[in-house]
């Protein structure tokens, strides 16, 4: 089945650590995005790719960072830097990556904080 | 960033009824699209509608857009309880370059009762 695949579904962290989520699509598509979405709103958009190995920030990147050394994965790390980092986080990917076209959107990792 | 904003937030209707939820945006856009999000799930794709288009079907979902009041409308025809979701209305806007991103609007939750 072709989709997007999101690891961990829950991810629990430690103040001061960096954890890393993972995304992975076999849809052969261009684009991944990452967004942070918090309890009753909407999606805000932390980081995009266009392609391998170049990407850009988005609306809310302090404290993220990200790579995209191969089509299919768009790993995002979150780091210490980051103030308040328990949240939803989603994934997407889209076919192109400068037309307008849909996004296909992973299951979610939810990260707490303890 | 401009940003969609829904209406009403939250919407509960009995099964068979009707379901209309309204998205406002500040400035011009390419397209409007319609997603859906079950509780603690991933989004999924309804519709797109392209800026010269002014509506558009796709089963029980009729989208209308009117460029001249920067809104849209989503309507759900003969409700489910299984319609229970958020629904979020995403608009575009290029960053410049070939680059293409969409920003979401907080959502309206709906509630279907059996």
């Known amino acids: 089945d072709g989709g997007i695949t999101q690891s961990p579904k829950y991810l629990f962290r430690k103040e001061g650590q960096n954890v890393t989520l993972s995304c992975e699509q076999n849809?052969?598509?261009?684009?991944m995005y990452w967004y942070r979405q918090d309890p009753g709103q909407g999606l805000r958009l932390i980081y995009y790719?266009?392609?391998?190995?170049?990407?850009q920030k988005g609306d809310i990147a302090e404290g993220y960072s990200v790579s995209r050394e191969k089509k299919e994965s768009f790993p995002l790390t979150v780091t210490s830097a980051q103030k308040n980092p328990t949240a939803f986080y989603l994934c997407?990917?889209?076919?192109?990556?400068?037309?307008?076209?849909?996004?296909?959107f992973g299951p979610g990792t939810r990260l707490t904080v303890l | 960033s401009q940003q969609g904003e829904e209406d009403p937030q939250a919407l509960s209707i009995q099964e068979g009824e009707n379901a209309t939820m309204n998205c406002s945006y500040k400035?011009?856009?390419?397209?409007l699209q319609w997603y859906r999000q079950n509780s603690g799930r991933g989004l999924v794709h309804l519709i797109l509608?392209?800026?010269?288009?002014r509506e558009k079907h796709s089963g029980r979902l009729r989208v209308t857009l009117d460029t001249s009041k920067k809104s849209s409308s989503l309507l759900i025809t003969a409700s489910r309880a299984a319609d229970t979701a958020s629904y979020f209305c995403?608009?575009?806007?290029?960053?410049?370059?070939?680059?293409?991103?969409?920003?979401f609007g907080k959502g309206t939750l709906l509630t279907v009762n059996p």
């Open positions: 997407a990917s889209s076919r192109l990556r400068d037309l307008p076209n849909e996004q296909f």
């Open positions: 995403a608009t575009d806007y290029n960053s410049g370059g070939s680059n293409y991103k969409l920003t």
């Open positions: 509608i392209r800026s010269n288009e």
């Open positions: 849809l052969n598509h261009d684009a």
């Open positions: 790719s266009q392609i391998v190995n170049d990407f």
């Open positions: 400035t011009s856009i390419n397209n």
